[in-house]
């Protein structure tokens, strides 16, 4: 089992673009939960969480809809990875609500958005540094800073301390009206990017 949090201190940020700039939201709490099997994989799908967002214009909620990130090491250079947004409930995208203005930005699945950095830290940890470009967003809501429907890019980045442990089970959890499998862990494992 593979679980991660944002680093100490620092927050994970989400940034829209508006017009030919980004406006950025923050979240305190970012985390991933996910399973895999063996000692070596090419890729890992993981269900993400974000908390404690803001923007300029008050909170903002993330719900993910059931999507998860999976990434992915194959055809990229040692030690990066590219990260595809999957598996979302049928009909359904992540959503990002600013509550003030009243608008959502609606993230679909897409794939190949580039790129995480993996570092290796002493006690079997690993770093994963988020600089994510070149995602897909519509705007949906009539106070969006641009038109509904309006099409444009956000960036996500942040730095995620990894951790590896010995699967214990799992306990089904409902979220936001969404239903999940939350991991049991048991025994750390260590845990090495290539």
């Known amino acids: 089992?593979?679980?991660?949090?944002?680093?100490?201190?620092?927050?994970?940020?989400?940034?829209?673009?508006?017009?030919?700039?980004?406006?950025?939201?923050?979240?305190?709490?970012?985390?991933?939960?996910?399973?895999?099997?063996?000692?070596?994989?090419?890729?890992?799908?993981?269900?993400?969480?974000?908390?404690?967002?803001?923007?300029?214009?008050g909170t903002v909620q993330i719900i993910m809809n059931g999507c998860k990130f999976t990434f992915t090491g194959e055809g990229t250079p040692a030690g990066t990875f590219n990260l595809d947004i999957v598996g979302c409930t049928t009909g359904k995208q992540i959503e990002v609500k600013v509550s003030l203005l009243e608008c959502t930005f609606l993230v679909p699945e897409q794939e190949e958005l580039a790129h995480v950095v993996g570092k290796n830290l002493a006690g079997g940890q690993v770093t994963m540094e988020m600089t994510l470009s070149e995602i897909f967003t519509v705007q949906k809501g009539i106070f969006c800073p641009n038109d509904p429907g309006h099409e444009s890019h956000a960036v996500l980045g942040g730095n995620m301390l990894v951790n590896a442990y010995k699967d214990a089970g799992a306990k089904e959890v409902t979220?936001?009206?969404?239903?999940?499998?939350?991991?049991?862990?048991?025994?750390?494992?260590?845990?090495?990017?290539?």
């Open 1 to 57: 089992m593979i679980t991660g949090h944002n680093e100490s201190k620092q927050n994970f940020v989400f940034g829209v673009q508006i017009g030919e700039g980004f406006s950025t939201m923050s979240c305190s709490s970012a985390s991933i939960e996910g399973t895999t099997e063996g000692q070596a994989v090419d890729d890992i799908t993981v269900t993400p969480a974000f908390a404690g967002c803001t923007y300029a214009f």
């Open 175 to 194: 979220v936001n009206e969404h239903k999940f499998s939350e991991f049991l862990c048991d025994q750390v494992l260590s845990l090495k990017v290539t």
